[in-house]
């Protein structure tokens, strides 16, 4: 079965943390997405990636193809990047559809 | 700027009614989606559309229906709505030659 799974599922953090957000998968993928979603709000495309790493701003985010797993860190956090990070994957030959997981909530206080 | 705008941001029905919910953007993609999204369970995918008229069940379509007559319009129907079926529903699209996803603002609808 393609599972996704990502940790921590919460995520409390101070304001000029360093945050990690981890997702692992069980087969291989042909990419995978890094998703932000704010409270009531709609979906925004943080990453796209199929390989190596991608940054953007305080957003890095990385994959590792034979460990099956990414990670996508923020920098310098501050409470606007309190929100619901979802990683989603497509897997097999198809861009199309998608796996996602249940998505991690982070909450950065100030 | 890619919009994906979904017609209404709040719904309330009664278990019964037929519902529709539309989703439109703006920049000629081919493939749209049709997600609902409930507490402890993440996103999962209803329905796809990869052309006009052309459509993919997803992981849960049972008790849903969708149209694409235009390009641009996707449309998610409930033909007979029932409980279960509150949630919030996602309507996105896909830029093929990047891979990257557009989501509207979501749709809660609420059946009574």
């Known amino acids: 079965k393609n599972e996704v799974e990502q940790s921590p599922q919460n995520l409390t953090a101070q304001e000029g943390e360093f945050i990690t957000i981890n997702c692992s998968y069980s087969?291989?993928?042909?990419?995978l997405h890094w998703l932000q979603q704010h409270p009531g709000g709609g979906i925004v495309s943080l990453f796209m990636?199929?390989?190596g790493k991608k940054k953007h701003g305080r957003l890095i985010a990385t994959i590792n193809i034979q460990e099956k797993h990414s990670s996508l860190h923020i920098t310098a956090s501050h409470p606007r990047d309190s929100a619901v990070y979802i990683c989603?994957?497509?897997?097999?030959?198809?861009?199309?559809?998608?796996?996602f997981g249940k998505g991690t909530l982070l909450t950065v206080n100030p | 700027d890619v919009k994906v705008t979904q017609s209404s941001r709040y719904l309330v029905k009664r278990t019964g009614e037929k519902v529709f919910l539309e989703c439109v953007q703006d920049?000629?993609?081919?493939?749209m989606f049709w997600y609902r999204q409930d507490p402890g369970l993440g996103l999962r995918l209803i329905y796809f559309?990869?052309?006009?008229?052309?459509?993919e069940k997803g992981d849960i379509p049972e008790g849903y229906s969708v149209s694409r007559e235009k390009k641009e319009r996707f449309s998610l129907i409930l033909e007979s709505a029932s409980t279960n079926q509150t949630s919030m529903y996602l309507c996105?699209?896909?830029?093929?030659?990047?891979?990257?996803?557009?989501f509207g603002e979501g749709s809660r609808l609420t059946v009574l």
């Open positions: 990636l199929s390989s």
């Open positions: 087969v291989g993928i042909s990419a």
């Open positions: 920049m000629d993609h081919e493939n």
């Open positions: 996105a699209s896909l830029k093929g030659s990047t891979g990257e996803l557009f």
């Open positions: 559309s990869y052309d006009v008229k052309m459509k």
């Open positions: 989603a994957v497509s897997f097999g030959g198809s861009n199309y559809k998608l796996t």
